[in-house]
């Protein structure tokens, strides 16, 4: 079974500062695992995605995400925050083989502020 | 092409009445997805479908709960009879037979039980 956590349901940043929003991820196989972002009164976008390849991974708009297997954490960072990152971050889950790589597990999702 | 067009974007029923919400997928697209977001929740998988088959309906809420796929280019997701807790959004998504993460969501249907 695989499963995500995302820390943290609401996150505030001001304009220019780090922005990290954290998951940890559980899975009984090899995981892959992506970044979904969510705008007001829309579906939800990929962001970027981890398929064991390189540990770190750079996604669109300056955001980036790294592979911690020693800490089973995939976070979601991005240097310097921007007014137009608030949004709804999601972090999923798909895992190797069969049905599990037919379908996205999400997480509940990490709501960001941007303060100007 | 237009995307995953989902309707109606809301729909404001009562307690008990039955709600049908629609999904048009991608032209092409083999794959069809319905999830369920709530604040509660966040986002979860209701049922998918391969080439208009359902595969996976692990994640239907209850009996009320049912979804069909008739053709490649039509899909909905009935609940009957519905009760407020059935309140969210419902997203429709697809995608072609390769990567998983490469899904396409509609607009999403904004259910109200009253």
């Known amino acids: 079974a695989q499963s995500v956590t995302q820390l943290g349901s609401h996150v505030s940043v001001s304009e220019g500062a780090l922005v990290l929003l954290r998951c940890n991820y559980s899975?009984?196989?090899?995981?892959?695992l992506f970044w979904y972002v969510q705008y007001p009164n829309q579906g939800l976008q990929l962001l970027l995605k981890?398929?064991?390849?390189?540990?770190l991974v750079k996604g669109i708009n300056g955001f980036e995400a790294e592979f911690k297997k020693s800490e089973t954490s995939f976070h979601l960072t991005k240097p310097s925050a921007h007014m137009s990152d608030a949004a709804e971050y999601f972090c999923?889950?798909?895992?190797?083989?069969?049905?599990?790589?037919?379908?996205?597990?999400f997480g509940t999702g990490t709501l960001l502020a941007v303060q100007p | 092409d237009a995307g995953v067009i989902q309707s109606p974007r809301h729909e404001v029923t009562e307690m008990g009445q039955e709600v049908t919400l629609r999904c048009k997928p991608i032209?092409?697209?083999?794959?069809l997805f319905w999830y369920r977001q709530t604040m509660m929740r966040g986002l979860e998988l209701l049922i998918y479908?391969?080439?208009?088959?359902?595969?996976?309906d692990s994640g239907m809420p209850e009996d009320r709960f049912s979804a069909k796929m008739p053709n490649a280019s039509f899909s909905t997701l009935k609940i009957q009879p519905s009760e407020p807790r059935d309140s969210a959004v419902y997203f429709c998504?697809?995608?072609?037979?390769?990567?998983?993460?490469?899904?396409?969501f509609g607009s999403g249907t904004q259910l109200s039980v009253l």
């Open positions: 998504a697809s995608r072609s037979g390769t990567g998983v993460e490469k899904l396409f």
């Open positions: 479908f391969n080439n208009n088959v359902p595969i996976d």
């Open positions: 899975s009984s196989v090899p995981p892959y």
């Open positions: 981890y398929t064991s390849a390189a540990t």
């Open positions: 999923a889950v798909s895992g190797l083989g069969g049905g599990a790589t037919n379908k996205l597990i």
């Open positions: 032209s092409g697209h083999d794959y």
